[in-house]
């Protein structure tokens, strides 16, 4: 004979048990709750961010040219205050100093030709005149494209591209250029008072069939709202599946069955403070 097993001498050890998996990982379930939460909060700021910058930029690309900045304000001409400003200038172009950089347009592969323009006051802009296909790389080809003489000229103050493209970067030596790096094309045209910009020529500054200008590309990508509701629907999701896996045990009761002694086994089978003495089998 021995004494009665009760079911509430287990109960302590196993819901110590259950606690235990449930505290490890509840912890980082809900520390990437919050960090999922964030990263939705920071794609609902960098959208906000993002339509006012376009709506800036269209401001500025549909306004009246205005002359460039000043030689004593370009040192303080950044992206965020003045890339895509319509300007005006006005000077003689140094052909024989023209860089050809690497480009693909709606119209193909090909280069952007970007030629000095000096002015008065003696400094240089590097205006990017517009495309040229491939096959019209050499100067010669293009030479009713090439004005003499003093030229206006309008289009898009743009900031440097500084040392290459996606995954090249330019070879001054060879004469290789994947992007617009005004510091790096100055000095390998040994060009001096150069402004630190470059500038777009609208497709009106062009007095011949090329270089085609007018081709900046205006366009900015916004998918901040889809990459916010992302991660919000993944927190959502994630709670969720907290909820169900640590929230549920704690409305669930266990229901127990008395059952009458009417057999051998009866005893064996009961449960409660009635279950009396179990008896083993002879």
Not at 11 to 28: K, M, N, Q, V
Not at 54 to 69: F, K, L, N
Not at 83 to 93: A, D, K, P, T
Not at 161 to 173: A, M
């Amino acid at each position: 004979m021995s004494d009665p097993v009760r079911p509430e001498d287990n109960e302590p050890r196993s819901a110590a048990g259950a606690a235990r998996p449930s505290l490890w990982l509840t912890i980082p379930s809900l520390s990437a709750f919050v960090v999922l939460i964030a990263l939705g909060v920071w794609q609902v700021e960098r959208r906000a961010w993002k339509l006012a910058l376009i709506d800036r930029v269209e401001q500025r690309v549909h306004a009246a040219a205005q002359p460039i900045p000043a030689r004593a304000a370009w040192p303080a001409i950044t992206a965020a205050g003045d890339e895509y400003r319509h300007v005006s200038l006005s000077g003689r172009f140094l052909h024989d100093r023209e860089t050809l950089v690497q480009a693909v347009t709606e119209d193909g592969p090909g280069y952007w030709v970007l030629t000095p323009l000096q002015r008065s006051d003696g400094t240089l802009v590097l205006i990017n005149r517009g495309f040229v296909p491939s096959e019209r790389r050499d100067a010669s080809t293009r030479q009713g494209g090439n004005p003499d003489g003093q030229v206006e000229i309008t289009g898009l103050l743009r900031i440097t591209e500084p040392k290459g493209g996606f995954l090249r970067d330019n070879v001054p030596q060879h004469n290789r250029w994947y992007s617009r790096d005004v510091a790096a094309i100055a000095a390998a045209r040994d060009l001096q008072n150069v402004a630190p910009f470059f500038v777009d020529a609208d497709a009106g500054s062009q007095s011949g069939s090329a270089p085609i200008g007018g081709l900046t590309v205006v366009r900015f990508p916004n998918n901040h709202l889809i990459y916010a509701l992302t991660w919000f629907a993944l927190a959502f999701m994630l709670a969720g599946r907290l909820l169900v896996t640590f929230g549920g045990g704690l409305f669930r009761r266990k229901r127990f069955v008395h059952e009458t002694a009417c057999g051998s086994d009866a005893s064996a089978r009961r449960t409660g403070s009635d279950a009396g003495t179990i008896v083993e089998p002879t």
